[in-house]
């Protein structure tokens, strides 16, 4: 119920501020703009949130006679829960994560990379971690939270780009160029903090220890995360910041306005977490 209340308030909430934003940029012609998007955004974000992900990253369905999908079979039936359809991100930066609207439209995605990287027993802590998630319901709202950061960031280069190439003489666009950056300095870091305020970081935590119980041991899992957490710093994911929060460790290593979309907690506390939890 928590997740559903959160969803309804995210997606109500930047309905209007994509009204109010149409309306600064145009009027009440852009006023209608912005409500025809909110209302494609509310549909899509619900029934296609995970499918736009997905396909963000060329994910490629797989079947039974894939190594991963009998990993995921095999956990998903210890921790009781229908099986997800499984996908592989052909990337060579070792990652995972998992997107859906409930357990019984869940997908697990991994990269190439975290197949070549972990030994069995890492992989299958990897995978029992996403499938804690599901069980616990964060796919959905993690999906609509990375849909509502892209439409943000969407709109803001949208305004961006009309106000620099919109009519009117070069001194007029000229003088139009401050909106436009504004709208991006604000409006970036405000789909950062709508992510931050719909995924908690003690989620993570939440996964892990329910990962672990799935998976039977802790061992695995804190294993790879040490891994996994090492690789990606050196091959990191060209991922889009408004999907971060859905890995399970964080997909880039740079600074700066990307560091605003960091929704993990330190590596090692994770690890420590694991280490102590007795199975």
């Given at each position: 119920?928590?997740?559903?209340?959160?969803?309804v308030?995210l997606?109500?909430?930047?309905?209007?501020?994509?009204?109010?934003?149409?309306?600064?940029?145009?009027?009440?012609?852009?006023?209608?703009?912005?409500?025809?998007?909110?209302?494609?955004?509310?549909?899509?974000?619900?029934?296609?949130?995970?499918?736009?992900?997905?396909?963000?990253?060329?994910?490629?369905?797989?079947?039974?006679?894939?190594?991963?999908?009998?990993?995921?079979?095999?956990?998903?039936?210890?921790?009781?829960?229908?099986?997800?359809?499984?996908?592989?991100?052909?990337?060579?930066?070792?990652?995972?994560?998992?997107?859906?609207?409930?357990?019984?439209?869940?997908?697990?995605?991994?990269?190439?990379?975290?197949?070549?990287?972990?030994?069995?027993?890492?992989?299958?802590?990897?995978?029992?971690?996403?499938?804690?998630?599901?069980?616990?319901?964060?796919?959905?709202?993690?999906?609509?939270?990375?849909?509502?950061?892209?439409t943000?960031?969407?709109?803001?280069?949208?305004?961006?780009?009309?106000?620099?190439?919109?009519?009117?003489?070069?001194?007029?666009?000229?003088?139009s160029?401050?909106?436009?950056?504004?709208?991006?300095i604000?409006?970036?870091?405000?789909?950062?903090?709508?992510?931050?305020?719909?995924?908690?970081?003690?989620?993570?935590?939440?996964?892990?220890?329910?990962?672990a119980?799935?998976?039977?041991t802790?061992?695995?899992?804190?294993?790879?995360?040490?891994?996994?957490?090492?690789?990606?710093r050196?091959?990191?994911?060209?991922?889009?910041?408004?999907?971060?929060?859905?890995?399970?460790?964080?997909?880039?290593?740079?600074?700066?306005?990307?560091?605003?979309?960091?929704t993990h907690?330190?590596?090692?506390?994770?690890i420590?977490?694991?280490?102590?939890?007795?199975?």
């Amino acid at each position: 119920m928590g997740n559903s209340v959160k969803t309804v308030l995210l997606l109500g909430g930047l309905s209007a501020l994509l009204l109010a934003i149409g309306e600064l940029l145009g009027g009440s012609g852009g006023l209608m703009v912005a409500f025809v998007i909110a209302l494609i955004m509310n549909f899509g974000s619900y029934w296609f949130s995970d499918k736009i992900v997905l396909r963000m990253y060329r994910a490629q369905e797989v079947g039974p006679d894939h190594r991963l999908y009998h990993v995921v079979a095999r956990l998903a039936q210890q921790g009781n829960l229908p099986m997800p359809k499984v996908y592989i991100i052909p990337d060579a930066s070792p990652n995972a994560f998992a997107t859906g609207r409930n357990p019984q439209h869940a997908a697990v995605a991994a990269t190439q990379g975290i197949l070549q990287l972990l030994e069995e027993p890492e992989l299958e802590g990897v995978i029992a971690h996403e499938l804690a998630h599901v069980r616990h319901r964060d796919i959905l709202i993690s999906s609509v939270a990375a849909t509502i950061a892209a439409t943000i960031m969407m709109v803001a280069r949208m305004a961006q780009f009309a106000a620099f190439f919109g009519g009117g003489s070069r001194d007029d666009r000229e003088g139009s160029n401050p909106i436009a950056l504004l709208a991006t300095i604000i409006l970036a870091p405000l789909a950062a903090m709508l992510i931050q305020a719909a995924i908690s970081r003690s989620r993570e935590f939440a996964a892990d220890r329910g990962g672990a119980e799935i998976a039977g041991t802790p061992y695995g899992l804190a294993s790879a995360l040490k891994k996994i957490d090492a690789a990606s710093r050196r091959i990191p994911l060209d991922a889009n910041p408004a999907t971060a929060h859905m890995f399970i460790i964080k997909p880039f290593s740079g600074g700066g306005i990307l560091s605003l979309f960091s929704t993990h907690p330190p590596t090692e506390r994770r690890i420590q977490a694991l280490m102590g939890q007795g199975l």
